[in-house]
């Protein structure tokens, strides 16, 4: 029958669990909601109560200060009562003057109540956002007063708040967190991911194209907020998953708070009731069948159980005597089932109870005495004039003795003899604090320990009480410690109480410089460490206000980013990090001047690829304007006799232009294609020829070394020249006296990692150093950025040309130096396997000829470019169509190829704003003909097209602006071709 019932019980229980998870799907949703809307409501409370509270602390501290100073005044004019009152005025505006208040932009003031005059600070009372609070100063009827910055201590509060709220965490699996950000976008604080913290989210979308930001915020400006569904990552996983989120606003300060929770975490609580569910059953199940074999079993039982209760009663009063005198244990009443034996039993306990009491108050006496005499981590001992009177077992245990022997031992024998008499100073003067010496155990072994020692009156005799506590594994704690922070990679420095260096590990020392002699106190390193004074007082006025709030709050203060000035001269970047440990100070100190030159270069990569985008785009119009002119000049100079009076005119107009084309090739540099067109070249060769050339007549003398088996390098040779020529001229400019330049090229094999932002492999390292003026430390960390010059002349790209190269050629470039010492720039450039110079150099051009039959096709977007071509070509007999774009051009050279009239070469611009370019218009005509004669025009090299042109099937390359001269020569190339 029971597993009957059970069957039923279980059958219901399924057949109901599908209406129940069905409701608790609605429940969970609007429980969360209910949850959310709640940790919402009390982080609001949190944040209304304090802000209620600022301007109430604001004015007790504004309270307080003031009569500070005004004890600080009243304590001076008490002092110097015999001075005259002009000076004892002028000690206390002295004092007061350089006084710091904890908050920023706090400050004393004080003024004159007959006339108002201020004498410190008075006009800061007007600031708008101040709080003031001032009392009079009677002997000299003057006003003291104190003014606090609103604002700062908001911001400050603001600042905790996001702390807090990021920090807070809520629901079942502790999983629920919050975030804040401003109407703007930007956010202040995010419980999962706080890389966040500081990033624009105006635009962010989820996969779904809901902007979570834009829809959050609105609810936000909402007055009771809302909820809204989107999708975003889970902090457990990263994986995207939908999520309810409710918002709210602070509209004063413009923040949205927001929390929520994830859908499919309902799942996952269904999942948990079912698994309930089955649990419960298994239990029904098992708990049945047990209990029905309990109910069989005690049925066969019973009847022996009353035959054994008849037997253990007569048993036990049988007994008890015997036990009465040897185990002191009663008879429970609630053990005998007999009603005639209770009296009698309850009579026996009593007189047993009566007994074990006397017993019991005679055992306590005892346990009381030996407790208070063990109870304690260390030895004890009493003694009267030296004499160990008594001791514990853990003094024995200390000092290998036993307690016979300690007892009527001389104390001073526990100890060194070197350590017997300052003992014996400590025991006649009274002296009750603990200190440190040296014991000697029975063995002849010695251990540090701690003496404490008190006066006792006992018996009506003066006795001292003495601890004795082994702090041999505190020593070796330290010790321990101790090698930690000297094998640490961070710089460690302890200094004491009285500010004096008490450690310091060998990072510290390898890392700035300075030996133990040169830096033994706090004042020390901030001489040498900060030598210039304003920066000096900045920074101890920030390092104090932060020690002092992280001594209030039993905290740490740091990271704080500083830049000290090591034993020889250099500067290092360094995150400093401080501990109080109470009156001392642990300071940490990591090196972060390789991660800062890298931020450094990455922020100059930013900048010339912003500026590469907009120099690609100015050089590609100017290009296109210099070839109208190009073109149009040289036919100009075609048609005119070379003895014209204007004919000197023309070549000096190209001249100019010439110049214009070479400022248009150093913005390419920068611009987004710019590839270099590499050949396999000795650098040693090249340098050479152009730092002499760069040389020639000065008065600054090169010293160059040069391995016999130097590595080969695939560069481009154009753009190298033009790289050791800025580097060579800088140098030339650093030294107007003269001097030597120190060039050294090197074969140098690398690992991954080994120079940031390089890959493994081989490189050419070169050095050019000079003998000149320097650079400040200001200037050097922006001397690749683009038109940054300290020269008055100078265009300020010519070292930001540099960097954009030698990046480009999957190099690195860096520079070191100091003022009157000179400069150094390193470089590293990939170097090839081969051994022997690249003989594919570009063949001479053939001599220009005219080819009259030749039929050429024109595509540029410039319509006098168009023109100006045409009438070029046609001076050269070719018979030319033109056209904007590329969708005609296609249909052009796919018509005429029908005809039987294919054109002998086709000219394509590379760039056609809204239009086809001359990239896909190739790629198109060489599907139609593989034979057809393609060359690239363009004054913006995209991509790798220019470098690399043969790879895409094209004859060639012409780079605008061209002369008429470039232009016959350069088709004669492909035509003859």
């Not at 022996?304 to 036990?323: A, E, G, H, P, V």
Request: hydrophobic share 35%; glycine share 8%; proline share 3%.
């Amino acid at each position: 029958m029971t597993l009957i019932f059970l069957a039923l019980q279980i059958n219901s229980n399924r057949s109901s669990f599908n209406v129940r998870a069905e409701e608790m799907h609605q429940n969970y949703v609007e429980q969360q909601k209910e949850l959310t809307k709640s940790e919402m409501e009390a982080v609001l409370r949190t944040i209304d109560y304090k802000r209620s509270l600022l301007e109430e602390e604001t004015q007790l501290t504004a309270r307080n200060r003031t009569r500070e100073a005004l004890r600080t005044a009243w304590n001076i004019y008490n002092q110097n009562w015999q001075a005259s009152p002009a000076a004892v005025r002028e000690m206390i505006l002295q004092a007061l003057s350089p006084l710091n208040i904890e908050e920023n932009g706090a400050y004393y003031f004080i003024y004159r109540q007959n006339d108002g005059i201020s004498l410190l600070n008075g006009e800061k009372i007007k600031d708008d956002d101040s709080l003031t609070y001032s009392e009079p100063f009677e002997p000299f009827d003057w006003i003291i007063g104190t003014g606090l910055s609103l604002n700062n201590r908001e911001a400050r509060l603001k600042k905790e708040l996001l702390k807090q709220i990021g920090a807070n965490r809520y629901g079942k699996h502790n999983n629920g967190y919050f975030f804040v950000g401003t109407w703007e976008g930007i956010n202040l604080a995010h419980g999962s991911q706080p890389e966040l913290v500081g990033t624009d989210l105006w635009e962010t979308e989820d996969s779904r194209g809901t902007k979570t930001s834009q829809a959050l915020i609105a609810l936000a400006k909402q007055p009771e907020g809302g909820f809204t569904e989107f999708w975003w990552p889970k902090p457990d996983t990263g994986e995207e998953r939908p999520k309810i989120v409710y918002a709210r606003g602070i509209p004063d300060w413009e923040w949205l708070i927001g929390t929520g929770v994830y859908l499919d975490d309902i799942d996952e609580g269904i999942k948990e009731l079912e698994n309930q569910l089955n649990k419960e059953l298994y239990e029904d199940l098992r708990n049945t069948v047990f209990l029905t074999l309990i109910v069989m079993v005690s049925i066969i039982l019973s009847f022996r159980l009353i035959t054994n209760w008849i037997l253990k009663d007569l048993s036990q009063f049988s007994s008890y005597f015997d036990k009465a005198a040897h185990e002191d244990k009663e008879i429970g009443p609630s053990e005998l089932r007999f009603e005639e034996l209770y009296q009698m039993a309850a009579s026996a306990n009593h007189l047993l109870r009566e007994k074990i009491e006397a017993q019991k108050s005679m055992q306590d006496e005892k346990d009381r005495y030996k407790a208070l005499h063990e109870a304690t981590f260390g030895g004890v001992m009493l003694h009267e004039k030296g004499i160990i009177l008594d001791c514990n077992e853990s003094l024995t245990q200390i000092t290998g003795y036993s307690p016979e022997e300690l007892i009527g031992m001389n104390g001073l024998n526990l100890l060194i003899p070197k350590s017997r008499e300052i003992v014996l100073h400590y025991i006649e003067n009274h002296h009750e604090e603990g200190y440190e010496t040296i014991g000697l155990r029975k063995d002849g072994t010695k251990y540090p320990l701690v003496l404490r020692t008190k006066e006792i009156n006992y018996k009506g005799r003066d006795i001292r009480v003495t601890e004795v506590r082994d702090i041999t594994k505190r020593k070796k704690a330290e010790e321990d410690l101790r090698n930690i922070l000297q094998s640490l990679p961070i710089a460690v420095v302890l200094t004491n109480e009285e500010n004096k260096v008490a450690f310091r590990n060998n990072s510290f020392t390898e890392l700035f410089g300075y030996s133990e002699e040169e830096v033994s106190s706090i004042d020390q390193w901030w001489n040498r460490a900060y030598p210039d004074d304003k920066v000096r007082e900045r920074g101890l006025l920030i390092w104090g206000e932060a020690l002092k709030e992280a001594r209030a709050e039993g905290s740490y203060f740091g990271p704080f980013d500083t830049t000290i000035t090591c034993r020889d001269g250099s500067l290092k970047n360094a995150e400093n990090y401080g501990i109080p440990l109470g009156d001392s100070l642990l300071s940490l100190f990591v090196d972060v001047t390789d991660r800062k030159r890298l931020e450094e270069e990455r922020l100059t990569l930013d900048k010339l690829k912003t500026l590469g985008t907009l120099a690609g785009g100015l050089a590609h119009d100017f290009n296109n304007i210099l070839t109208g002119l190009y073109g149009n000049v040289s036919l100009a100079k075609s048609e005119l006799d070379p003895n014209h009076p204007s004919y000197p005119f023309i070549d000096a107009a190209e001249e100019s232009m010439d110049t214009a084309t070479r400022l248009t090739n150093q913005l390419l540099t920068f611009a987004k294609g710019g590839a270099p067109i590499k050949q396999s070249l000795s650098l040693g060769d090249l340098i050479s020829k152009v730092v002499n050339f760069n040389l020639s007549g000065s008065n600054v003398k090169l010293q160059m070394t040069l391995p016999e088996n130097l590595w080969l390098a695939h560069v481009d040779q154009g753009q190298m020249q033009q790289v050791f020529g800025n580097l060579t001229i800088n140098a030339l400019h650093a030294m107007p006296q003269g001097g030597h330049i120190s060039l050294t090229l090197e074969n140098q094999k690398l690992s991954g990692g080994q120079i940031p932002e390089l890959d493994g492999g081989n490189y050419i390292k070169i050095s050019l150093s000079d003998e000149g003026s320097g650079i400040s430390p200001e200037h050097l960390e922006r001397i690749f950025d683009p038109y940054f010059t300290t020269k008055e002349t100078g265009s300020g790209l010519g070292l930001a040309t540099t960097y954009s190269i030698v990046r480009r050629h999957g190099g690195h470039i860096s520079v070191k130096s100091r003022l009157g010492k000179g400069t150094t720039f390193i470089l590293y450039l990939p170097a090839l396997s081969k051994d022997k110079p690249d003989s594919r150099a570009p063949s001479p051009l053939p001599q220009a000829s005219h080819f009259g039959e030749a039929k050429i096709l024109v595509m540029d977007d410039e319509a006098i470019i168009r023109k100006t071509l045409e009438k070029m070509l046609n001076q050269f007999s070719y018979t030319v169509e033109t056209c904007a774009e590329g969708k005609k051009a296609m249909e052009l050279y796919k018509h005429a190829y029908e005809k039987g009239e294919k054109f002998d070469l086709v000219i394509l611009d590379l760039t056609i704003p809204g239009g086809i370019g001359g990239k896909e218009t190739a790629r198109h005509i060489l599907n139609f003909d593989k034979e057809a004669k393609i060359v690239i025009s363009s004054g913006y090299a995209d991509e790798q097209l220019m470098a690399d042109h043969e790879k895409n099937g094209l004859a060639g390359v012409i780079a605008k602006p061209y002369t008429m001269t470039i232009l016959q020569e350069t088709l004669a190339r492909f035509l003859e071709a």
